[in-house]
C-alpha cells in the first residue's frame, strides 16, 4: 500500500508523519523507517523508528531513490512501514515522474509486504486524478 499527504510547505506534512510514526510502533509488528533529507527532526521520533537522513547518501532521481529503497527492504526482511518525507528534496523527483515512482513503491509494497507513506509538495488538487485514491486526508 502507498499514501499521500499532500500540501505546500509549512501546512504541517512533516508533523502529521512524525505523529502517524511514533503512533504505529504499538500497531506494527515489524520495522518502521522515516526518511528525511536532512536530521532535522530526528529526536521528535521515537527510538524504536530507523530514522535515515537521505542526504547522506547523495540520491539524485528516480532510480538511485528506488535502488535506495530495495536495498533498505533487502537488509531487513521485517521492514512493515516506510515514511517518505519530503520526496523532491530526498531525490529531486517532481511531478512529472510522481506517477512512476508511485507505480514502483505498489510494486515494492505488493512484492515485499511493506507501507509507504509519501509526503508531496502538491496540493490535493494538483496531484494526478488516478492517484487522488491513495491520498490521506488530514
Known amino acids: ?11 504541517g ?27 532535522k527532526h530526528i529526536f521528535d521520533l521515537d ?7 537521505t542526504k547522506e547518501y ?8 528506488h535502488g535506495f529503497l530495495c536495498g533498505l527492504i533487502a537488509t531487513d526482511y521485517d ?3 516506510v515514511y517518505i518525507d519530503g520526496l523532491y528534496k530526498i531525490a529531486q523527483i517532481g ?3 510522481l506517477k512512476k515512482v508511485i507505480n514502483e513503491l505498489k510494486k515494492l509494497s505488493s512484492k515485499f509486504n511493506v507501507k509507504f507513506v509519501m509526503s508531496i509538495n502538491y496540493e490535493e488538487e494538483d496531484v494526478p ?3 487522488k485514491d491513495i491520498i490521506l486526508v488530514a
Request: proline letters at 0%; hydrophobic letters at 40%.
Open 79 to 81: 521492514v512493515e512501514l
Open 47 to 53: 527510538h524504536e523508528i530507523r530514522y535515515i537522513n
Open 129 to 131: 486524478n488516478e492517484l
Open 58 to 65: 547523495g540520491l539524485i532521481n528516480e532510480e538511485q531513490f
Open 13 to 39: 506534512k512533516t508533523k502529521k508523519m512524525i505523529e502517524m510514526a511514533n503512533k504505529s510502533i504499538k500497531e506494527i509488528k515489524g520495522k518502521i523507517v522515516f526518511l528525511e533529507a536532512n536530521s
Open 95 to 97: 511531478k512529472d515522474k
Open 1 to 11: 500500500m502507498v499514501n499521500l499527504i499532500c500540501g505546500l510547505n509549512g501546512t
